[in-house]
């Protein structure tokens, strides 16, 4: 895994060096549209502790952080109003996820039918 780059986007979000449209913040948790949607909803859950990914903050996150995060995630989906048609969560990590930003988010995608769940390569 690679170390905790501060310079990361999402760093800079959340030291509100770069705006983004937020959605919904606790102490832990911070939830805005994502810049370049892929579906009628598409938002971004990230913690607001410097997690590069899933395995980091599965290891290092607090029990706090853990719930806030989860909670979050369906929280977000309730705002949207997607909950009843249905939609995907997706956490992109490392090199073979394709993962673009080095600080842990979840991505909330709904709002049309999606298709199935991983393109054929
Ligand atoms: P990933 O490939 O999983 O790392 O996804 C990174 C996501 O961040 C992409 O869906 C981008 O559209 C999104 N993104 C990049 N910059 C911003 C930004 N400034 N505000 C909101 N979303 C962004």
């Given amino acids: 895994m690679m170390s905790y780059d501060p310079s990361n986007i999402f760093a800079r979000i959340l030291r ?12 832990h948790t911070l939830a805005f549209e994502d810049i370049s949607p892929q579906m009628p909803v598409h938002i971004l859950v990230i913690p607001k502790g410097n997690y590069v990914d899933w395995s980091d903050f599965a290891s290092n996150a607090s029990q706090e952080e853990h719930s806030a995060f989860t909670k979050m995630i369906g929280h977000v989906a309730n705002l949207a109003g997607i909950n009843d048609s249905g939609y995907r969560i997706i956490s992109n990590i490392g090199n073979d996820g394709h993962q673009e930003v080095r600080h842990l988010h979840i991505h909330v995608l709904g709002g049309a039918a999606i298709g199935p769940m991983v393109s054929q390569r």
């Fill in 16 to 27: 509100g060096e770069l705006p983004c449209k937020k959605i919904a913040e606790d102490d």
